[in-house]
């Protein structure tokens, strides 16, 4: 059974920085594409950034890049999100998700399993 959990979220101020990190209980693990998604009260779920197996094809929504990095850790089945210069619109319950599969995708309905979700909160 696939089991993904995530932790490291928490409350922060503007321009802070937080670490998410997502623990996979995966077999295949390096054979799955990895995602971090976030979603706000009342907005749809939305894709953050997405890593492949190796970590050689790295893809990031437009409002996050030169500010969030993801990576891997096939050793330890998990996948980071490094979080820099937060922003109040940053805030949001982050899940971590995965799918089979060499590539990237950016859509939700592309992945096919889900952690619980990590709450970030970012005031000004």
């Known amino acids: 059974q696939v089991q993904l959990v995530e932790s490291g979220g928490g409350l922060v101020q503007t321009g802070d920085s937080l670490r998410l990190s997502c623990e996979a209980s995966?077999?295949?693990?390096?054979?799955?594409?990895m995602g971090w998604f976030r979603q706000a009260p009342g907005k749809e779920r939305e894709f953050v950034a997405g890593i492949a197996w190796t970590g050689s094809i790295i893809d990031y929504a437009d409002s996050v890049k030169g500010r969030f990095s993801i990576s891997r850790d096939s050793a330890k089945k998990t996948v980071y999100l490094q979080m820099n210069s937060l922003k109040p619109e940053d805030t949001a319950l982050y899940y971590c998700a995965a799918r089979p599969g060499y590539g990237v995708w950016t859509g939700a309905r592309d992945y096919r399993y889900w952690g619980q979700g990590t709450q970030v909160t970012v005031s000004s």
């Open positions: 995966i077999r295949t693990f390096s054979s799955n594409a």
